[in-house]
């Protein structure tokens, strides 16, 4: 074991009166075990078992100081003594794993979803069909003494600490900023005048806490909204912050209502942790890094820079709770690295479900998917290596079985092959480098290159066959189908066909966007570096002392000309994601795919694709026809199965089970599911 490895992110830090192990903190995410006192046993084990993977410190989803701040009606809050005697258990569970927490206050302001919202002025957000109402000066008054409040309750709690929400465009960042503020107060109007509210705030919490217990204050250091904070006021609210009392400020980037992206997968590692090195050259306290770090080599080169002193990471320890000891012990490479697809995160968050994680689904899940190890081994087969079939073997061999994985290709990954070809989306090959390793140290045996047939598996003495064959691409009825410039996607993607400089794409699912982003990037050049490149199409600056950080986006031309066609009279992409689904859509619009609903496809030749829209025939002289129009399940060996008494039990799971609505999230948690039952 070397303790060697990352000497600087498992570096301890030293607050004076307490003492982080490594640099690692767990950042604020809203996982829906907040809300209800009920959780809090799902949610102590949740943090501890990420204090036992050797997290430092962690901080909670937010936790309103009054009910005008709640996200929604009745949403989490810290109000009085009984909510903070609940709270007790996660504090009790986190520290008896030996780890630090710290509970979040958030006043939502113009953000909250309910019609009693309040904010620095009335102005609605273009995110929220509520109108806040503009506070007194009394209500503002008010607000601070609240906030002082709840973190003395978070004290009682048995807290280590509380975290000040200002930044992401909620209350406080409605104060800062002009985009919100308006007020003509002593709270309003000057920039220092917008800063007494958040500067009040660390104080009087500081008084109602004392010196012992952590303060951080998590700052918007950049807006990344028109009439957001100038660069310089940035700096001169960091300095007010360490002034009236914090211990460690924390990196926010951009409000939520933004339309630049700041944490999706086509996001570069680190991408903003410049930012964060600006505000730690004018303070003396621990500045934390964030958004996007999620390897430890990152995080250490973040640190080595002198980018910030600690290092946030959220969505990385959903993924794996286990990444701070992974680090320490120098096995990386075991780490389940999260690709930051929002799929079980975030999405869920706003569809108010229970936050989880595509690649890791026993995040917060820790009390009910437990991978027991088995005393009655068994022997299995595993046909299909793609994810749900990884997850299943890989768990199963993790519990104790004897597992054999056959896969028709010669290599792991099924579609994930493809998907890790996307530009902007190169993360999911980290999920496959983690299932290699998986498979290796669970004792796995692969047979790669091994198509297996109807029947093959029946007499071969397992016990259980689990089918994970997936699925392939559906091909329409189209009169010119079968012409040679009509390809499908895994053609493209795989590298069999190269297209012409004008190509129609049939079907905007997923991977109908997907194909739209390959095609408009040219794929022979050198990338260019990737966090300069992404700024500058996405027109963000770190240097300019522009309102937000904003300046005009300069996009590189698409090297062809495409059209993406879908047969529904919807807006495209309407039923992508909805925390990624905004930025595929203005990417490609950025590229100039010419996006149409409402296609009636009627025929392919030589002069191209003959289409009829809104009754009009139109015909697109493309090159090439790219066939994105879903898939069919493949699963002859499980229908052609025999069922005897004595042949293996068979089980079907991911894309082969149901190719509807399937997605990586319920391949993974289907083979884990299986694998935790047998
Ligand atoms: P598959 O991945 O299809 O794997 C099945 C495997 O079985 C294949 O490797 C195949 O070779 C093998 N096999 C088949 N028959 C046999 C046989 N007889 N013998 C041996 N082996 C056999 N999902 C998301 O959630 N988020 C995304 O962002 C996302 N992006 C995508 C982008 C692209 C370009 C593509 C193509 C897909 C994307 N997906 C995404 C979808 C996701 O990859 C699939 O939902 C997932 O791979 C399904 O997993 P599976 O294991 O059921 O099937
Ligand atoms: P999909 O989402 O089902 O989309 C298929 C598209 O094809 C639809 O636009 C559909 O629209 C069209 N279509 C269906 N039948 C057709 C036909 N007979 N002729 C012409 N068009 C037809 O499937 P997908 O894009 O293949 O994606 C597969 C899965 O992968 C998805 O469920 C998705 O969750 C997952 N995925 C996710 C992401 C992500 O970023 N989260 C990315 C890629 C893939 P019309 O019927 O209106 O034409
Ligand atoms: Fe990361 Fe995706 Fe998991 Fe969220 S769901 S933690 S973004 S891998």
Same mark, same amino acid.
């Given at each position: 074991?070397?303790?060697?490895?990352?000497?600087?992110?498992?570096?301890?830090?030293?607050?004076?009166?307490?003492?982080?192990?490594?640099?690692?903190?767990?950042?604020?995410?809203?996982?829906?075990?907040?809300?209800?006192?009920?959780?809090?046993?799902?949610?102590?084990?949740?943090?501890?078992?990420?204090?036992?993977?050797?997290?430092?410190?962690?901080?909670?989803?937010?936790?309103?100081?009054?009910?005008?701040?709640?996200?929604?009606?009745?949403?989490?809050?810290?109000?009085?003594?009984?909510?903070?005697?609940?709270?007790?258990?996660?504090?009790?569970?986190?520290?008896?794993?030996?780890?630090?927490?710290?509970?979040?206050?958030?006043?939502?302001?113009?953000?909250?979803?309910?019609?009693?919202?309040?904010?620095?002025?009335?102005?609605?957000?273009?995110?929220?069909?509520?109108?806040?109402?503009?506070?007194?000066?009394?209500?503002?008054?008010?607000?601070?003494?609240?906030?002082?409040?709840?973190?003395?309750?978070?004290?009682?709690?048995?807290?280590?600490?509380?975290?000040?929400?200002?930044?992401?465009?909620?209350?406080?960042?409605?104060?800062?900023?002009?985009?919100?503020?308006?007020?003509?107060?002593?709270?309003?109007?000057?920039?220092?005048?917008?800063?007494?509210?958040?500067?009040?705030?660390?104080?009087?919490?500081?008084?109602?806490?004392?010196?012992?217990?952590?303060?951080?204050?998590?700052?918007?250091?950049?807006?990344?909204?028109?009439?957001?904070?100038?660069?310089?006021?940035?700096?001169?609210?960091?300095?007010?912050?360490?002034?009236?009392?914090?211990?460690?400020?924390?990196?926010?980037?951009?409000?939520?209502?933004?339309?630049?992206?700041?944490?999706?997968?086509?996001?570069?590692?680190?991408?903003?942790?410049?930012?964060?090195?600006?505000?730690?050259?004018?303070?003396?306290?621990?500045?934390?890094?964030?958004?996007?770090?999620?390897?430890?080599?990152?995080?250490?080169?973040?640190?080595?820079?002198?980018?910030?002193?600690?290092?946030?990471?959220?969505?990385?320890?959903?993924?794996?709770?286990?990444?701070?000891?992974?680090?320490?012990?120098?096995?990386?490479?075991?780490?389940?690295?999260?690709?930051?697809?929002n799929q079980a995160c975030l999405d869920h968050t706003f569809q108010l479900k229970r936050a989880s994680c595509l690649v890791n689904p026993q995040a917060c899940h820790e009390t009910e998917l437990v991978y027991l190890r088995t005393?009655?081994?068994? %022997?299995? @087969? !595993? $046909? *299909? &290596? #793609?994810?749900? =079939?990884?997850?299943?073997?890989?768990?199963?061999?993790?519990?104790?079985?004897?597992?054999?994985?056959?896969?028709?290709?010669?290599?792991?990954?099924?579609?994930?092959?493809?998907?890790?070809?996307?530009?902007?989306?190169?993360?999911?090959?980290?999920?496959?480098?983690?299932?290699?390793?998986?498979?290796?140290?669970?004792?796995?045996?692969?047979?790669?290159?091994?198509?297996?047939?109807?029947?093959?598996?029946?007499?071969?003495?397992?016990?259980?066959?689990?089918?994970?064959?997936?699925?392939?691409?559906?091909?329409?009825?189209?009169?010119?189908?079968?012409?040679?410039?009509?390809?499908?996607?895994?053609?493209?993607?795989?590298?069999?066909?190269?297209?012409?400089? %004008?190509? @129609? !794409? $049939? *079907? &905007? #699912?997923?991977? =109908?966007?997907?194909?739209?982003?390959?095609?408009?990037?040219?794929?022979?050049?050198?990338?260019?570096?990737?966090?300069?490149?992404?700024?500058?199409?996405?027109?963000?600056?770190?240097?300019?002392?522009?309102?937000?950080?904003?300046?005009?986006?300069?996009?590189?031309?698409?090297?062809?000309?495409?059209w993406l066609l879908q047969r529904k009279t919807t807006r495209l992409g309407k039923d992508l994601n909805k925390t990624t689904g905004w930025v595929h859509r203005r990417e490609l619009r950025n590229k100039g795919v010419e996006m149409?609903?409402?296609?009636?496809?009627?025929?392919?030749?030589?002069?191209?694709?003959?289409?009829?829209?809104?009754?009009?025939?139109?015909?697109?002289?493309?090159?090439?026809?790219?066939?994105?129009? *879903?898939?069919?399940?493949?699963?002859?060996?499980?229908?052609?199965?025999?069922?005897?008494?004595?042949?293996?039990?068979?089980?079907?799971?991911?894309?082969?089970?149901?190719?509807?609505?399937?997605?990586?999230?319920?391949?993974?948690?289907?083979?884990?599911?299986?694998?935790?039952?047998?």
């Open positions: 074991m070397s303790t060697q490895a990352y000497p600087e992110l498992m570096e301890p830090l030293d607050l004076g009166f307490t003492r982080l192990k490594n640099r690692i903190v767990m950042g604020s995410m809203h996982t829906g075990l907040e809300d209800r006192f009920w959780q809090r046993r799902k949610m102590g084990e949740y943090f501890a078992e990420r204090a036992r993977g050797g997290t430092a410190l962690m901080i909670t989803g937010g936790y309103s100081p009054n009910r005008r701040g709640w996200l929604y009606p009745y949403a989490s809050a810290m109000l009085r003594k009984s909510d903070a005697w609940s709270h007790r258990t996660v504090t009790r569970a986190v520290h008896d794993a030996g780890g630090k927490i710290c509970l979040q206050l958030l006043h939502a302001g113009r953000y909250a979803y309910h019609p009693f919202s309040a904010s620095s002025s009335a102005v609605k957000s273009p995110i929220n069909p509520f109108k806040p109402k503009a506070m007194s000066t009394r209500e503002v008054k008010k607000t601070v003494k609240d906030f002082a409040r709840a973190a003395k309750l978070a004290k009682e709690a048995g807290y280590d600490g509380v975290e000040i929400m200002g930044s992401e465009g909620y209350l406080i960042n409605q104060f800062t900023a002009p985009r919100v503020n308006q007020r003509t107060d002593e709270y309003g109007g000057s920039p220092e005048n917008r800063r007494r509210f958040p500067v009040e705030v660390v104080r009087a919490v500081r008084d109602a806490v004392g010196d012992d217990f952590i303060l951080i204050y998590r700052q918007s250091m950049i807006d990344l909204v028109p009439d957001g904070a100038t660069r310089q006021e940035v700096l001169d609210l960091a300095r007010e912050i360490e002034q009236a009392g914090a211990n460690i400020i924390n990196t926010g980037i951009g409000w939520h209502e933004a339309r630049v992206p700041t944490i999706v997968t086509s996001v570069p590692r680190a991408a903003f942790a410049e930012v964060t090195r600006q505000v730690r050259e004018v303070v003396n306290i621990p500045v934390m890094a964030s958004n996007r770090i999620n390897t430890p080599e990152v995080a250490e080169d973040i640190l080595e820079r002198g980018q910030g002193d600690l290092i946030s990471m959220a969505r990385p320890l959903l993924a794996d709770a286990h990444f701070a000891e992974k680090a320490r012990t120098a096995r990386a490479d075991e780490i389940n690295t999260c690709i930051a697809c005393n009655q081994p068994r %022997s299995l @087969a !595993v $046909v *299909g &290596a #793609g994810p749900a =079939g990884l997850a299943c073997a890989t768990v199963a061999a993790e519990r104790g079985h004897a597992v054999t994985l056959f896969e028709a290709g010669d290599e792991i990954g099924g579609q994930f092959n493809m998907a890790k070809r996307i530009p902007g989306k190169e993360e999911f090959s980290e999920t496959l480098r983690y299932y290699r390793k998986q498979l290796d140290k669970h004792g796995v045996r692969v047979e790669l290159n091994r198509h297996v047939e109807p029947g093959e598996l029946e007499q071969a003495g397992y016990d259980d066959v689990v089918i994970a064959t997936g699925v392939t691409p559906r091909i329409p009825q189209l009169d010119g189908v079968d012409r040679p410039n009509v390809v499908s996607y895994s053609d493209v993607l795989q590298g069999r066909v190269e297209v012409g400089d %004008s190509v @129609a !794409v $049939v *079907g &905007a #699912g997923g991977i =109908g966007f997907d194909v739209c982003e390959f095609l408009t990037r040219h794929a022979s050049e050198p990338r260019p570096e990737p966090v300069p490149h992404w700024m500058k199409e996405w027109g963000v600056d770190f240097q300019t002392d522009t309102p937000g950080g904003l300046v005009d986006p300069d996009v590189d031309p698409s090297p062809r000309q495409v149409v609903p409402g296609v009636q496809y009627e025929r392919i030749d030589d002069q191209g694709l003959h289409i009829t829209v809104d009754g009009e025939p139109r015909v697109l002289p493309v090159n090439h026809v790219v066939v994105c129009a *879903g898939q069919e399940s493949l699963r002859e060996l499980y229908d052609d199965h025999a069922t005897t008494e004595e042949q293996p039990a068979y089980h079907l799971i991911g894309g082969a089970e149901r190719a509807l609505e399937l997605d990586a999230k319920r391949a993974i948690k289907q083979g884990s599911e299986l694998a935790a039952s047998l």
